[in-house]
C-alpha cells in the first residue's frame, strides 16, 4: 500500500577530520560554495549512502534490490523485467503495447527500492521506461564556513621496482589529503504521497527504511578519506493529507541552528558548539515526528 500522507523532513550531520564529499573536478578537495565557502554534499552522495546501507541490511529480501549499484550494468538491470514478465524488447524501444510498457516499468518498481524511492531514468538500449520517484533531496550545505585543510601523507612504499631503485631503497612515497577539521552539515527532504500512490507504490515500510537508512548509514560507511561522520538529527513533518497543509519552506524555518559555544566568529569545533531547535525548544533525540494538520 502506497504513503498516503505527504512528507518533508530536515537531516543534519556532521563530519570531523574528513572528506564528506570531494569534487573531482577540483582535486578532490570538499566541495565548497565560492559565494559564502560553506561545504556542500550533493544529493547523489546521500543517495549513494542510502543505497549502500538498503543493500547491506536488505539484500535477501525481495523487493528491496539496488538499481544503481557498484559495477552493475543498467542494460542487464532492465533486461531482468522483460524475462521476468516473458517479453521480448526492441534496442531502446518500450514493448509498444501501452498496458505491457506500463508492466514493465511496474516491475522495475515494484523490485528495486531506489527505483521506487528516487525515481530512475531506465531508457537505456534495453528500455524501462522513466519515473519520476516520491523522494528527493536537496544538497546539503554546512551552517557555517568551513576551512579545508590540506595535509600531507607518507607511505613506506612505492609501487614498482624501477622507484624503488631510484631510492635506493628507501621506499618512501609522499602523498596529499583533504580534511574538513568540523562540519555541521543539513539537508531538506520531500517525499510525495502523489508520486507514491501514481508512479512507484513506495509504501509506508519503504519510508521505515529510509528512515532507517539516514540513522545508520554513515555507522556502515567508515573510511580513512571520510574521517568521522555522525547522524545527528532528524526531524520529519508529517501532513495529515497526501497534499499536504502547510508550504515547506515554512516547515523548514521551525528547525533553528545556533551556535551555542565557542567564540563569536571562530570555527566551530564540535557538535556541542551549537543549538539545534524545534518551534523554540531544544531537540534531544535523534528522531523527531512532527504532525502538521
Known sequence: MSIKNRYEFVFLFDVTNG???GDPDAGNMPRL??????????????????????????????????????????????????????????????????????????????NFFDVRTFGAVMTTDVNSGQVRGPVQLA??????????????????????????EAQSGDNRTMGRKFI??????????FVSAHLAQKTTGFSDDDLSKLWQALENMFEHDRSAARGE????????????T?????????????????????????PAQAFADYSVKLDGRSISSFKEVVEVS
Not at 550545505?141 to 624503488?164: G, N, W, Y
Not at 561522520?229 to 495529515?240: G, I, Q, S
Not at 497543509?245 to 551556535?259: D, I, Y
Open 139 to 164: 544538497f546539503a550545505k554546512s551552517e557555517d564556513p568551513i576551512i579545508p585543510l590540506e595535509v600531507s601523507i607518507t607511505r613506506m612504499a612505492v609501487t614498482t621496482e624501477k622507484e624503488a
Open 19 to 21: 572528506n564528506p564529499n
Open 33 to 110: 560554495d565560492p559565494d559564502s565557502s560553506r561545504g556542500l554534499v550533493s544529493d547523489v552522495c546521500l543517495k549513494r549512502k542510502i543505497r549502500n546501507f538498503i543493500e547491506l541490511t536488505e539484500e535477501q529480501t525481495p523487493g528491496f534490490d539496488i538499481y544503481v549499484k557498484e559495477k552493475s550494468v543498467l542494460n542487464l538491470q532492465n533486461k531482468k523485467a522483460y524475462e521476468a514478465l516473458g517479453l521480448a524488447h526492441e534496442p531502446k524501444k518500450l514493448p509498444k503495447d501501452k498496458d505491457k510498457a506500463r508492466e514493465v516499468t511496474a516491475w522495475m518498481c515494484k
Open 229 to 240: 561522520m555522525v547522524a545527528r538529527h532528524l526531524v520529519v513533518f508529517k501532513h495529515a
Open 180 to 189: 574538513v577539521p568540523y562540519g555541521l552539515y543539513r539537508v531538506h527532504g
Open 242 to 266: 497526501a497534499l499536504g497543509n502547510a508550504p515547506a519552506h515554512k516547515l523548514f524555518e521551525r528547525v533553528t541552528v545556533e551556535r551555542a559555544q565557542g567564540e563569536a566568529g571562530s
